[in-house]
T-cell receptor, first 114, second 108 residues
């Protein structure tokens, strides 16, 4: 049984570049979530999908951010024109929709924008 | 949205000591989870506990939903228990709102 996986684990980029992260959820989970965590804070919700539909987006998700889950399996999170304030850990989680909806997290992608 | 507050923010223990971490939330919840974040940033699931009491080895948790709080108990702490403990609550059947965490350091 594999858990949630994320790639890459680390990404260093220069300001203004575009970056893309990938998340593979637990195989039977139909919900997939993206969170962002900055130093000293708890994770903050960005967006989530149920199957391929993006059901909710946080106000934190500026128009430079876009997320997709084209076939209801893996998801990608793209950040365009990165800024230094985008430096953070990006966490992906998955769960089953329903009354019992425990979320399980991947190892995260740590983004550093120089 | 729901507010989640954790206390204490920091805790230093000697190995073998017991501790209690608290999580208060501002509204009724459908889901409450406790996590341990290891030094590499991985969130490890400890408990899914929207109400009641659960135990897993040296760890146990209690959520009193009507009074809007949850407690995480760590007994006979070990150095490997060090790290950040997060409580996260879900008020609708969708997303988790996290507290700021409790940083635990267990010294030998």
């Amino acid at each position: 049984d594999t858990g949630v996986s994320q790639n890459p684990r680390h990404k260093i980029t220069k300001r203004g570049q575009n970056v893309t992260f990938r998340c593979d959820p637990i195989s039977e989970h139909n919900r997939l979530y993206w969170y962002r965590q900055t130093l000293g804070q708890g994770p903050e919700f960005l967006t989530y999908f149920q199957n391929e539909a993006q059901l909710e987006k946080s106000r934190l998700l500026s128009d430079r951010f876009s997320a997709e889950r084209p076939k209801g399996s893996f998801s990608t999170l793209e950040i365009q024109r990165t800024e230094q304030g985008d430096s953070a850990m990006y966490l992906c989680a998955s769960s089953l929709a329903g009354l019992y909806n425990e979320q399980f997290f991947g190892p995260g992608t740590r983004l550093t924008v120089l | 949205g729901i507010q989640v507050e954790q206390s204490p923010p920091d805790l230093i223990l000697q190995e073998g000591a017991n501790s209690t971490l608290r999580c208060n939330f501002s509204d009724s919840v459908n889901n409450l989870q406790w996590f341990h974040q290891n030094p590499w940033g991985q969130l490890i699931n400890l408990f899914y506990i929207p109400s009641g009491t659960k135990q897993n080895g040296r760890l146990s948790a209690t959520t009193v939903a009507t009074e809007r709080y949850s407690l995480l108990y760590i007994s006979s702490s070990q150095t490997t228990d060090s790290g950040v403990y997060f409580c996260a609550a879900m008020e609708r059947y969708s997303t988790l709102t996290f507290g700021k965490g409790t940083m635990l350091l267990v010294s030998p």
